[in-house]
């Protein structure tokens, strides 16, 4: 079977439906729940209307902020159910978590930083301004959907739920089995996504020039193992072995992507500098290929697209 046949708005249909069913999700003993206000529940007026922005800018970045997006994939493609799916790091739970402190960067962040960071890292793109129109839609989307929740708490469903320490190292080979039976279909055989009709990206690309590139979250094989068990194959969350999960994890991040925005030409000083631990692979050589010495440079690095681009 092949999804290319398929008509775009029956796999828009299709994605639609798989959206609604999803994984039950298995709250900690102590952390609250909470659920977000309906999707139609937006309120009319200005405020409304930055809250719709937000969505917006979630659903479809490269229309509503395309000046600051260097790859095709939405925020939605990694923050399941535009934004309201718990396990999928979900924006109601991370709104009451900022400011916070990121080991990342080593200081205390704005929820505007962090928000930065999408731009720059998973987006493969570049820096709204604090004070953008963009950055404030997606805040005040935030704000909105975290409307009613205690603040300064881990709520139910934040974050991606982590895993325990893999019982078998993380394997290349276990890894392309899992993902030729159980993810190309969707993403491809060589990681790159599909697009509809529209070009816009139905399937995202999991690794190549179109993915997050080697600063985001996601190239952590950690953080990838965890998304995927929760969430992938897409409506099959749960389904794969903890151990499968951690190996096609591995397996997708075992490739080219985007060079890390914070390369300082040098890929030993990089890896020094922003790398290193067993579940990051930068820098190191797998399959006779050396991670992040062939990378395409980051969008962020490159001039900036013409003005007249701005909100396209
Ligand atoms: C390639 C996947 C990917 C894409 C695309 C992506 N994110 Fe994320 N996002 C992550 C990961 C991974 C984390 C860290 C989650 C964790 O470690 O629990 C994260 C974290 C966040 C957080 C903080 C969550 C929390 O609980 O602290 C926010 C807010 C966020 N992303 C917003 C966005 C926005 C807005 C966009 C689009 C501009 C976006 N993300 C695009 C993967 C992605
Ligand atoms: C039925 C189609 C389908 C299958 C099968 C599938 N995915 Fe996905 N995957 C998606 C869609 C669609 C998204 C984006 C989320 C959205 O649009 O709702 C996604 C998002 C992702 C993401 C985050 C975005 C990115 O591109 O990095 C990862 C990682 C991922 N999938 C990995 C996997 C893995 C690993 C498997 C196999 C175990 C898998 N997927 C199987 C449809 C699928």
């Not at 469903?157 to 899992?178: C, I, S």
């Not at 094989?221 to 969350?237: R, W």
């Not at 990089?270 to 991670?291: E, F, I, P, R």
Request: overall charge positive; aromatic content about 10%.
């Amino acid at each position: 079977m092949s999804l290319r046949h398929i008509p775009a708005a029956a796999t828009a249909g299709a994605l639609m439906l798989t959206l609604a069913l999803g994984t039950a999700w298995a709250a900690s003993p102590d952390a609250p729940a909470f659920t977000p206000p309906a999707a139609d529940a937006i309120p009319s007026g200005p405020f409304g209307e930055a809250v719709r922005l937000g969505q917006d800018i979630f659903l479809n970045p490269q229309k509503f902020a395309g000046r600051y997006v260097g790859n095709s994939m939405t925020c939605a493609s990694c923050h399941l159910d535009a934004g309201r799916r718990a396990g999928s790091a979900p924006l109601w739970a991370a709104y009451v978590l900022y400011p916070a402190y990121r080991s990342k960067n080593g200081h205390v962040n704005t929820l505007a930083e962090r928000l930065q960071g999408c731009f720059v890292y998973s987006m493969n793109g570049r820096m709204p301004p604090t004070d953008s129109k963009t950055i404030v839609a997606l805040e005040s989307y935030m704000y909105w959907m975290a409307k009613g929740a205690p603040t300064g708490v881990k709520l139910a469903g934040q974050g991606f739920p982590r895993l325990a320490e893999p019982q078998h190292t993380p394997d290349y080979v276990r890894g392309q089995k899992v993902y030729t039976a159980r993810c190309a279909l969707c993403h491809g055989a060589q990681g790159t996504g599909r697009r509809d009709a529209t070009a816009r990206t139905a399937f995202p690309a999991l690794w190549g020039d179109d993915s997050y590139n080697w600063g985001a979250g996601m190239h952590s094989i950690k953080t990838a193992a965890a998304f995927i068990h929760a969430n992938m194959p897409l409506s099959q969350g749960g389904t794969l072995s903890e151990q499968q999960a951690w190996d096609v994890a591995y397996f997708i991040n075992a490739h080219e992507r985007p060079q890390d925005p914070r390369f300082a030409g040098n890929l030993a000083a990089t890896t020094k500098a922003h790398h290193g631990g067993k579940y990051d692979l930068y820098g190191q050589t797998v399959n006779g290929v050396t991670l992040g010495a062939r990378s395409t440079p980051s969008t962020s690095t490159l001039p900036d697209k013409a003005e007249s681009q701005v909100g396209k």
